[in-house]
């Protein structure tokens, strides 16, 4: 446990990232967890597909790994009952889902309720689920973005913590719409993580309150600002 206190007076919390692809979510966490004075650190980085990317990237950055394996269990349950007890073994306080691609059951999501964020590529309530840039684009919309929420049952619902919004520019493509967002989304993890970790978030009803000072937005449409 680190030294340095969080907003609760206490140690940093210690957080899992679940990843199943690339993993640049995940290396924002981390390099933000760098800094001493962040709420967190990594202390587990975990995927359900052995051959990630994201499990080489957490590795280079000496970060410990697992990999859960779902097509190693016969169903959701018992591949949840095994990822709980890896978590459990880490002793882990905070899940962080970065591109984890399985959907989880209720009761998982009930054992971390509070205490397990997700990050999705669309303005919630806005474009829950898969191919959400092409699917902006094919709506129209003028305005799209990111969002870092506490997990419910729900696909890609519950309170929401932080969003960031990127304009939709005429000559966009899918992989241009998504690179843009992307850089935001590695923006808004770190400093969602930073608010829930340092003990800032109160949950009420299903609408999130921030502690202390938040700096307005800038013009980059971040909200709340970093
Ligand atoms: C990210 O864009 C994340 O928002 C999205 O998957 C990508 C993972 O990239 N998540 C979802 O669509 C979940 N519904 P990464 O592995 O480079 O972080």
Not at 4 to 26: D, E, P, Q, T
Not at 163 to 175: M, N
Not at 183 to 203: C, K, Q
Request: charged share 20%; aromatic share 4%; with cysteine.
């Amino acid at each position: 446990m680190g030294a340095s206190a969080n907003g609760n007076g206490a140690g940093r919390r210690r957080v899992a990232i679940l990843v199943s692809g690339r993993g640049s979510n995940m290396a924002s966490l981390i390099e933000a967890a760098r800094n001493p004075d962040y709420p967190a650190e990594i202390a587990l980085v975990l995927s359900n597909r052995p051959g990630a990317l994201g499990l080489a990237r957490a590795e280079a950055a000496g970060i410990a790994t697992r990999s859960v394996d779902h097509r190693a269990y016969g169903g959701r349950e018992p591949f949840e009952a095994a990822l709980h007890q890896a978590l459990l073994d880490a002793r882990i306080d905070i899940v962080c889902l970065a591109g984890f691609m399985r959907l989880l059951t209720a009761g998982f999501v009930a054992r971390w309720h509070d205490r397990m964020l997700n990050i999705h590529p669309s303005i919630l309530p806005a474009f829950k689920g898969l191919d959400t840039h092409r699917r902006a684009l094919e709506a129209g919309v003028r305005i799209h973005g990111c969002t870092v929420h506490l997990v419910r049952a729900e696909m890609d619902g519950g309170p929401i913590v932080a969003q960031a919004a990127v304009p939709v520019l005429p000559d966009d493509t899918e992989d241009s719409l998504a690179a843009r967002v992307l850089a935001e989304e590695h923006r808004i993890y770190p400093l969602a993580l930073g608010l829930l970790a340092g003990g800032r978030i109160a949950v009420e009803g299903e609408r999130v309150r921030i502690a202390g000072h938040v700096p307005p937005a800038g013009p980059a449409l971040v909200n709340p600002a970093g």
